[in-house]
């Protein structure tokens, strides 16, 4: 499946942004999603992600409270609403589709988007 982010950008700390990622395969409820960014100099790190159904929600501790993750399967969209935003969110944002179940685990995605640059200043 491929993978189209956006919705990145430079916000103030204390702002919002939302981030979406649409799919390009129709069968789009077969994969569950999930969002990760890496910062520079650091390695991947999970965000937030959601079950084929939308039903299941896992959160990364930094994101719980302040970030949502929700799609729509009629419109093979995922996003991520993200709020009360700090400069330590600064990362490329990725969406990621796999077939299993497990969540959080970059390794086990096979499909990823190009990133979406989020920029928090201070």
């Known amino acids: 499946v491929q993978l189209q982010a956006s919705g990145g950008g430079l916000v103030q700390t204390g702002g919002s942004l939302r981030l979406s990622c649409a799919a390009s395969?129709?069968?789009?409820?077969?994969?569950?999603m999930a969002w990760f960014r890496q910062a520079p100099g650091k390695g991947r790190e999970f965000v937030a992600g959601?079950?084929?159904?939308?039903?299941?929600?896992d959160y990364a501790d930094s994101a719980k409270g302040r970030f949502t993750i929700s799609r729509d399967n009629t419109k093979n969209t995922v996003d991520l609403q993200m709020n009360s935003l700090t400069p330590e969110d600064t990362a490329l944002y990725y969406c990621?589709?796999?077939?299993?179940?497990?969540?959080?685990?970059?390794?086990?995605?096979?499909?990823w988007g190009q990133g979406t640059q989020v920029t928090v200043s201070s």
């Open positions: 395969e129709r069968t789009f409820d077969i994969y569950a």
């Open positions: 959601i079950s084929r159904s939308g039903i299941r929600t």
């Open positions: 990621a589709a796999r077939r299993g179940t497990r969540l959080d685990a970059p390794e086990l995605y096979d499909s």
